[in-house]
């Protein structure tokens, strides 16, 4: 099909606006359809960071640059690349989370797949609708557990289309090969079905075998429509997060960023405070505070990490211990979940925090809870006065769900405390001495493993492989900005980290006999050349 010449306006992909030529304009027919002058790609990204700024507040920020992306795919991205520290808490958390709650009143576009109840029987249907056949990249979440907010349901959306974002900008993953998809099951919030503008079913959420079969049915729908794509579950409540993960990461090449991802960086951030403290992982006591897929994620990625270094695995998880909602889980609760059995250890029972930080006189207090303000001055002090450095990681999401702000973990601490947080918190200075937080953001981790799952055409993603991200993102931090206390690589520097990331993860796909692609002479030259670049194409 020809092209009309105001297609390339209307297209995102194709679109450069006051970018395109002269002679483009001439050989295309634009002439007259844009303003005379040529920009170049370098001051339209001024001209949009100028109106960017402009806008009052972080959510009009980020409809604001959903537009572009609607619009002119290359320049968004160029944007944001550019100017990462900037826009990635715009694009992704903490603002998505208030576009998702609001995600019914600013929809503007569709974007990504919608798959709803209604479609069992033809979500291979449903899948074949998308325009794309080369997709390698899927996030899909069905809204339940969206951050620290709970079910949105259809609103969730925002998630799949943050999280795909990053990984072009992060990663370098053509936008092009990028599918987000929302599964609409129903929502129990009430007063989400109530508001005459959401956009989802309104109906309680489907359970049990029905749920589960309708998600068979999609898995399978998505190996026969994208076989070469990497699967990723996000934001799902922790039941089914644990349990679609153990049914399908042996059949499909899959991952769940919120168990493995969430792993991945915290591991990753508790080596890197083991360079700070010069107490190593094998001798750290970790204590959750929160008992969900993500804690259980993460802790059994340490068990495994010990477990390399020669720790029995039993007593690698000995090393962990969960505090949940009721109180710290011990061997003599009999209210727990099959997946905190492992972690429900000998020991006196303590139903408040801190009593359970100065009864097991952890190394580590590691916030998953999505409660906010529970690291207390209380609890980060007994924390200070058991440890020289105590390792305080608030990583609820958003910014409103975070355990202690950096200021309060410092101040607290005497500033002692190695922080982490997972939404970004700003410098802190103190007594003319600045510290920088760590953000323990996914987002240095997830789009690494899948542009790494991708060039080597894995077959399946595996622990080995978020093992491997982990210390290649642990060993990229200097030591100026570890005598910062910044024990994850500067933001700017996070193309390079997931390049690196890809190839070490390509290595483990080869090694491991799961990659379907020719080995490379260079993992790390092979991953660089085929990373996306937001530059404009060329016009004859």
């Known amino acids: 099909m020809t092209l009309r010449a105001i297609d390339y306006l209307h297209d995102p992909r194709l679109n450069k606006g006051t970018g395109f030529t002269d002679a483009e304009r001439d050989a295309l027919g634009l002439r007259g359809l844009l303003p005379p002058r040529v920009l170049t790609q370098r001051e339209q990204v001024s001209r949009i960071l100028e109106s ?12 604001y640059l959903a537009s572009l992306m609607d619009r002119n795919e290359h320049l968004f991205y160029r944007t944001v690349i550019d100017n990462i520290e900037e826009t990635m808490p715009i694009v992704y958390t903490p603002t998505v989370g208030e576009a998702c709650q609001k995600f019914a009143h600013i929809y503007r576009r569709a974007r990504g797949l919608y798959v709803s109840a209604a479609d069992r029987g033809r979500i291979a249907k449903v899948l074949y609708n998308w325009p794309e056949r080369k997709v390698r990249m899927i996030v899909v979440t069905d809204g339940e557990r969206i951050l620290g907010l709970g079910d949105l349901g259809t609103g969730g959306m925002g998630i799949p289309i943050g999280k795909l974002a990053l990984y072009t900008a992060c990663a370098g993953v053509d936008p092009a090969c990028c599918l987000p998809i929302t599964i609409d099951v129903g929502t129990n919030r009430k007063e989400t079905r109530a508001d005459p503008l959401y956009l989802g079913l309104n109906q309680d959420r489907l359970r049990g075998p029905a749920y589960e079969s309708l998600l068979e049915e999609f898995v399978m729908a998505v190996q026969e429509v994208f076989p070469r794509s990497v699967l990723q579950f996000e934001d799902f409540a922790t039941e089914n997060a644990i349990s679609l993960l153990a049914r399908y990461r042996d059949r499909v090449c899959c991952f769940n960023d919120d168990i493995q991802g969430t792993a991945g960086v915290t591991l990753a951030g508790l080596i890197g405070a083991a360079r700070i403290t010069g107490q190593p992982l094998r001798d750290q006591r970790i204590l959750f505070y929160g008992a969900g897929s993500a804690a259980t994620g993460i802790a059994d990625l340490i068990a495994s990490a010990l477990e390399r270094e020669g720790v029995p695995k039993e007593k690698g998880r000995q090393q962990c211990w969960f505090h949940d909602s009721h109180g710290l889980v011990v061997a003599s609760r009999t209210d727990l979940a099959a997946h905190k059995k492992p972690y429900a250890h000998e ?6 925090l801190l009593g359970s930080v100065e009864s097991l006189k952890p190394t580590a207090l590691i916030g998953v809870s999505a409660q906010p ?3 207390t001055e209380p609890v980060v002090r007994a924390m200070a006065r058991c440890n020289k450095r105590p390792i305080v990681f608030a990583l609820s999401n958003p910014t409103s769900k975070a355990e202690c702000s950096a200021e309060q973990a410092y101040r607290w601490s005497n500033c002692t405390a190695v922080y982490a947080s997972g939404s970004p918190f700003p410098p802190v200075t103190i007594d003319g001495r600045e510290f920088v937080p760590g953000q323990g953001n996914n987002a240095y ?6 542009l790494g799952a991708i060039v080597s055409g894995a077959r399946r993603i595996t622990d ?3 093992y491997a991200a982990a210390q290649t993102l642990a060993n990229l931090v200097d030591q100026k900005s570890l005598d910062q206390g910044l024990i994850y690589p500067r933001l700017p520097q996070i193309r390079a980290v997931s390049a690196h990331i890809a190839a070490a993860v390509s290595a483990i796909a080869h090694e491991q006999g799961l990659a379907t692609q020719p080995k490379p002479e260079d993992f790390l030259v092979d991953v660089k050349r085929r990373m996306y670049e937001p530059y404009y194409p060329e016009f004859a």
């Open 347 to 352: 020991h006196t029972f303590h139903a408040d």
């Open 464 to 466: 080995s492989m978020f």
């Open 52 to 63: 960017f700024r402009s806008k009052p507040t972080p959510l009009e920020k980020y409809i």
């Open 373 to 375: 303000a529970t690291f």
């Open 445 to 450: 981790i997830f789009p690494g493993v899948g």
